[in-house]
C-alpha cells in the first residue's frame, strides 16, 4: 500500500460547480499535511496547509481526519483556471521528508 | 526573485554517459532535496539534505549521487544513465521544519537514449 494515496481521476467539473476530492495517508505518526497545485509541466506550488481544525482560504477549504488518516480538499464555484493536478503531501517530523501523493487531476470546463 | 534555480532545463543522455544537474537556492534554507517525476508515480524523494554538510538517501536513490556544496547549492549527479533515469526532475528547498513550506525549481527534463 502507498503511503499517501490519491484518486488520479480526472474530476471533471463544470464552471461555478463544487469538487472535493480526499487523499488517504497511512502512516499514523503524520504529522503536517498540505495541499499542493501542479499545472502541466509546471512545478509543484504550495496551494494551501491543512490544520487540524480545518482551514479554509477562498474558495478552498481543506480538512484533516485523523481518526480514519485522510485529508480533504473541496473547490467552491470552480473557475477554469482550477484546471490543475492537485498534490496531497504528508511529512512525518522525524527527518523533514515529505511524502507526495500521485495527485489528483481536475479539469473545470465552461 | 529567483527562489530554487535547476540547470539544465532540457537534455538529452545517451546511455551510460553522466552529468549533473545543479541546483541553487537563495532563501537561506537549511534544507534541500531532489525528486524525480514520472507520469502515474508522482514525486519520489531521491536525495535530500537537511543541513550544509549533511545527505541523506530518499525512496529511490540508486544510480544518483549528491553534493551539498553549500548551503545555497544541491547537485545530483548520474554517474552512467539509463533509460529508466528518463523522468523530470524537481530540485526543492525549504526552512526544514515540519510544518514549513518547499518551494521548488521549474524542473529538468531528462532524457535518456
Known amino acids: 500500500r502507498k503511503e499517501v494515496e490519491q484518486d488520479p481521476g480526472p474530476f471533471n467539473v463544470p464552471e461555478g460547480a463544487t469538487v472535493a476530492f480526499n487523499c488517504t495517508y497511512s502512516?499514523?505518526?503524520?504529522?503536517?499535511f498540505f495541499w499542493y497545485r501542479q499545472d502541466c509541466r509546471k512545478e509543484p506550488k504550495l496551494l494551501m496547509s491543512?490544520?487540524?481544525s480545518g482551514n479554509e482560504d477562498g474558495r478552498f477549504t481543506a480538512q484533516l481526519n485523523r481518526a480514519s488518516q485522510y485529508i480533504s480538499l473541496l473547490i467552491r464555484d470552480s473557475k477554469l483556471s482550477d484546471s490543475a493536478t492537485y498534490l496531497c503531501v504528508v511529512n512525518r517530523a522525524a527527518g523533514n521528508k515529505l511524502t507526495f501523493g500521485g495527485g489528483t487531476r481536475v479539469l473545470v470546463k465552461p | 526573485n529567483a527562489g530554487v534555480t535547476q540547470t539544465p532545463k532540457f537534455q538529452v543522455l545517451k546511455t551510460g554517459q553522466s552529468m549533473t544537474l545543479q541546483c541553487a537556492q537563495d532563501?537561506?534554507?537549511?534544507?534541500m532535496y531532489w525528486y524525480r517525476q514520472d507520469p502515474g508515480m508522482g514525486l519520489r524523494l531521491i536525495y535530500y539534505s537537511a543541513s550544509e554538510g549533511t545527505t541523506d538517501k530518499g525512496e529511490v536513490p540508486n544510480g544518483y549521487n549528491v553534493s551539498r556544496l553549500n548551503k545555497r547549492e544541491f547537485s545530483l549527479r548520474l554517474e552512467s544513465a539509463a533509460p529508466s533515469q528518463t523522468s523530470v526532475y524537481f530540485c526543492?528547498?525549504?526552512?526544514?521544519?515540519?510544518?514549513?513550506?518547499?518551494?521548488f525549481g521549474e524542473g529538468s527534463w531528462l532524457t535518456v537514449v
Open positions: 526543492a528547498s525549504s526552512d526544514g521544519g515540519a510544518g514549513n513550506t518547499i518551494y
Open positions: 491543512v490544520y487540524s
Open positions: 502512516n499514523s505518526a503524520s504529522q503536517s
Open positions: 532563501m537561506n534554507h537549511n534544507s
